[in-house]
């Protein structure tokens, strides 16, 4: 093949992914929109009385009263029997649970990146990176009494390493946690 067809064969696959990726940013939104414009309508017809909103109205507590009931009724039982399914699938278990455990710390009941730092990565040039006190107690797996745990995201994405350094490397900051990873994950364009 030639430079050419290659050229335009890579060109197509690239926008078909992207067509992709914008119909599953679209779809979702779309079509919850129309199913809920549509149920408006007909509860609308069925209610006897010509109060304008009242199918809005309805439509928004029938919604939050089924995620009220469906959350108590089927997520819970549904999410304690998913996690006992994956816990006995070897591999499986490990990508969950630290998913699992990653996202609870971002946005769950257990939020663990709440105590933003600044670490000294290198003294002689002044050299900071920004990030998060995960542990303490590195105890348990063996490290030093000295040492902490400090989670470093990267910017522009949600991923970052871990890193152990002593603690006395480690400053805090008096800033709030979510001004601190706005910053570091908008690679410092965003103010604090």
Do not use: C
């Amino acid at each position: 093949m030639n430079r050419k067809h290659l050229l335009l064969r890579r060109i197509g696959r690239k926008t078909g992914n992207y067509f992709l990726q914008g119909l599953l940013l679209i779809a979702p939104l779309s079509i919850t929109l129309y199913v809920v414009y549509r149920v408006i309508r007909y509860v609308d017809g069925l209610v006897p009385l010509h109060i304008p909103g009242l199918g809005l109205l309805l439509v928004l507590a029938g919604i939050t009263l089924t995620g009220f009931v469906g959350s108590f009724l089927i997520r819970t039982p549904l999410s304690r029997w998913l996690n006992r399914l994956l816990d006995r699938i070897p591999l499986f278990k490990i990508l969950y649970s630290a998913l699992n455990d990653l996202m609870s710390a971002f946005v769950g009941q257990k939020k663990k990146f709440t105590r933003p730092v600044r670490v000294l990565m290198n003294r002689e040039n002044r050299v900071y990176k920004l990030g998060f006190i995960t542990e303490e107690d590195l105890g348990p797996i063996g490290m030093g009494e000295d040492l902490v745990a400090v989670y470093l995201p990267h910017s522009y994405n949600f991923s970052g390493n871990l890193f152990v350094v002593p603690a006395t490397h480690v400053e805090p900051l008096q800033v709030p946690a979510s001004e601190v990873m706005k910053f570091i994950v908008s690679g410092g364009v965003t103010k604090v």
